[in-house]
């Protein structure tokens, strides 16, 4: 700062000045990243870009939300070390950027926490009937980007304060860290007592999104104030598009809330199965992919060839006779438009679907949406069938007519019937709450996928937890659909996304960090990612639902969360501040580009070699080139070594190294093969050599690395990528 200016915000207010006599600074932001948001022409951003002491100037992003059980099938109800008895798990704090909360909730009831954390140093925006309490320590709201894309907020449509108009926030800030609620449902589904990964955990709600979406200003103005509010995790079911560290707000703010001791979670979207669909992909962030529980909500459909096929929905409403077969047609044969099997608004001709239960095909408009379409054509009934892009993957939803989803393959014989039979008929059934699904867990088709498309060296998303149907706290603004046409309310809701998988992930960081205070957000994250599961009881491995095959570590990552082990991973990889700043001198990144993006000063040493393959993490990409020639080439085989440093979080135990490979064509060697730690918090280093032949490009090769003591396994995968 010049010495002419008596603090920070007088040197911001003198540099927006020169360039605009009218704007306003709508943030300062202070502790995640040095500098502040306006709205500007054009013109008058190049001209600040060009003012000393100014880093960079980047246009406003818009982000979009990624939008019970769970505690058993974690293994949460067995473990009594995750809930420590001293008071370190109470003092806990997770944040949450999301729709904001309701605060009436009962997974928000306080009953048992003692006092404040003394950490907390943070607010609640009470009034318009918003409290909070021992539980709920912290609510707070950022609009100010939003109000200076959109205009004011309309607050007949959404509330200007912290309360969730939409239910989203709510949710996974219930499933982070609520309360234990007994006797919870939807409707009667998934009934049981419904509490987070970290029920101790106290809450503090930051909203930043709005009926417009989330804008990058107030995300990271919501990011600089929870970490000044004196948080511990931060938990963002938020993404957008790809772009460069430094220019990816989520990025740049979650670079200063880790350095500053927070662990962050993102979800990793819900673009799948496509490959390089993952967001939120910086290495000092924990990102989350989404699987499924071994619960499920059967329900059928019985065609009038006599078939009994099965399905998925929480419809409970007024059932369908289940003797009496109605009749029965696609969509698209029954519409005007070429998108009429959508059952897009407006598509359908109810002289075609009156009295009927109408096959509608999922894609485009939301899914309950399109039972709101068939019932207002006249239909009393939907099958929603997937595609091609969903395979077999079943979301069950609460509809507000008869409905049941079915797999692609159940969705083509119901059609193949329909085409075949002058007089299709059929009718809907609905079984209730199933437990004991197997296999479970599988990855979600919409789960986001690697390799990571910024930086295939760090393979994301980094693990997979929960996201499919999964039961959480509601608001009272809306119903179970969101829809305005849905007049129900409720207190539990049951939805899907990777944005579900997050908080999952939120709450258990919240839970080691209640047991291991001092461990960091990088030892966090290794022991969750070292301590996961890649297959089922039986070694075969996680099937992906989208395809029906084993999937890959480029949809899970690490692998599915196993809490009760990562509270005892044995050894960690930590990282620090200096390890990401020796990663971002690998990427080339320039002195101000390294300054812009972490708020610190340094500089790349002239003649050191950085690797990107070096940086020390939980696990192991290594994408290489496909030598020129017919199928692959032959040429020389490339070496690559990569550098890898483990810390005994233990007793003393010597570990010793194996490793398991699908393919010969890459040798792996591992020096040294052991490792003797005769203490606590004693570190050890250990390198990989790759020597891989030449493979056809978009060949994608998988192994994994094991280091052991008898006791404790500590996995890596690794992925090997050709193009």
């Known amino acids: 700062m010049p010495a002419s200016f008596i603090d920070h915000v007088q040197w911001f207010d003198s540099s927006l000045k020169s360039v605009s006599g009218s704007a306003t600074m709508l943030y300062a932001y202070k502790e995640v990243i040095h500098g502040y948001s ?46 420590p008895d001293s008071s370190s798990a109470s003092d806990v704090i997770v944040g949450l950027l999301d729709t904001g909360v309701w605060p009436e909730t009962k997974s928000f009831d306080d009953t048992g926490l003692g ?100 804008f990058g200003s107030d995300i990271l103005a919501a990011m600089d104030k929870a970490v000044a509010d004196g948080v511990n995790v931060l938990s963002l079911s938020i993404g957008g598009s790809v772009s460069d560290y430094d220019r990816d707000t989520i ?47 059967p329900a059928y459909v019985k065609i009038g060839s006599g078939k009994n096929l099965s399905g998925v929905s929480l419809y409970n409403g007024k059932q369908l006779s289940d003797s009496l077969l109605l009749p029965l047609v696609y969509a698209g044969n029954a519409s005007n438009s070429s998108s009429g099997n959508l059952c897009i608004s407006g598509t359908l001709v109810p002289a075609k679907v009156s009295g009927k239960i109408v096959v509608c095909d999922r894609g485009v408009n939301a899914r309950v949406q399109k039972g709101v379409v068939v019932k207002g054509a006249g239909g009393v009934g939907m099958i929603l069938t997937n595609t091609d892009s969903y395979g077999e993957e079943m979301v069950a939803d609460a509809h507000l007519i008869p409905a049941v989803a079915v797999g692609q393959k159940t969705g083509d014989a119901i059609k193949k019937y329909i085409f075949s039979d002058s ?65 129900r309310r409720v207190k539990f809701n049951i939805i899907s996304g990777t944005s ?50 084993p999937s890959t570590p480029f949809d899970y990552g690490a692998g599915h969360v196993n809490p009760a082990s990562a509270i005892d991973p044995g050894l960690v990889y930590d990282a620090k501040v200096e390890d990401y700043l020796a990663f971002l001198c690998a990427l080339n990144y320039t002195s101000p580009r390294i300054k812009s993006l972490t708020n610190q000063d340094f500089s790349c040493e002239l ?57 010969q064509a890459v040798k792996i060697l591992v020096e040294p093969e052991s490792l003797a730690f005769s203490k606590s918090n004693e570190k050890k280093t250990y390198t990989v050599t790759f020597t891989a032949s030449s493979m056809p490009s978009g060949t994608n090769i998988f192994a994994h690395l094991e280091w052991s003591d008898g006791k404790h396994i500590v996995g890596s995968p690794i992925a090997f990528s050709w193009t």
């Open 115 to 214: 006092p404040v954390p003394a950490s907390w140093k943070g607010t609640c925006v009470e009034g318009k009937n918003f409290t909070c309490n021992r539980k709920l320590i912290g609510a707070r709201f950022f609009s100010d980007g939003y109000e200076a894309a959109f205009g004011p907020i309309d607050e007949t449509m959404e509330s200007k304060s912290p309360r969730d108009d939409d239910g989203h926030g709510t949710h996974t800030s219930t499933t982070a860290a609520g309360s234990a609620v007994a006797e919870a449902s939807l409707f009667s589904y998934a009934a049981g007592t419904a509490r987070g990964m970290a029920t101790h955990a106290r809450v503090a709600a930051y909203k930043v999104c709005w009926l417009g979406g989330c």
């Open 607 to 663: 003649g050191k070699k950085y690797s990107v393959g070096d940086l020390n993490y939980p696990s192991f990409a290594v994408p290489l080139q496909t030598a020129s020639g017919q199928g692959g080439g032959s040429g020389a085989a490339t070496v690559v070594k990569y550098t890898r440093t483990v810390t005994n979080v233990g007793t003393p135990a010597t570990y010793k190294v194996s490793v398991t490979s699908d393919t």
């Open 38 to 83: 306006v709205r500007l022409t054009p013109a008058e951003a190049e001209s600040l870009e060009d003012q000393v002491g100014v880093l960079s100037v980047w246009e406003e992003v818009k982000y979009e939300l990624h939008t019970t059980r769970t505690p058993e099938f974690l293994g949460l109800d067995t473990s009594d070390a995750l809930f």
């Open 500 to 549: 579900m998988s997050c908080p999952h992930v939120s709450g258990l960081a919240a839970l080691l960090k209640g047991v291991h205070p001092d461990w960091s957000p990088a030892a966090i994250k290794s022991a969750l990612m070292t301590t996961t599961y890649t297959a089922y009881k039986n070694s075969k491995t996680i099937q992906d639902v989208a395809t029906g095959q």
């Open 423 to 487: 007089n299709p008929t059929a009718t809907l059934t609905f079984g209730g709450t199933q437990l004991g699904v197997e296999p479970s867990p599988v990855v979600a088709a919409f789960s986001s996928r690697g390799p990571n498309p910024l930086t295939p060296e760090i393979l994301k998303p980094d693990l997979l937890a929960p996201g499919v149907n999964i039961l959480a706290g509601w608001t009272g603004a809306v119903g179970p659909t969101g829809l305005k046409e849905d007049t």
């Open 251 to 297: 990025a740049i703010g979650a670079f200063g809330a880790m350095s500053k001791g927070v662990f962050v979670s993102c979800s990793a979207g819900n673009s799948g199965p496509g490959s390089l669909t993952v967001s939120n992909v910086s290495p000092w962030i924990t990102t989350v992919g989404a699987g499924t529980l071994d619960r499920d909500f």
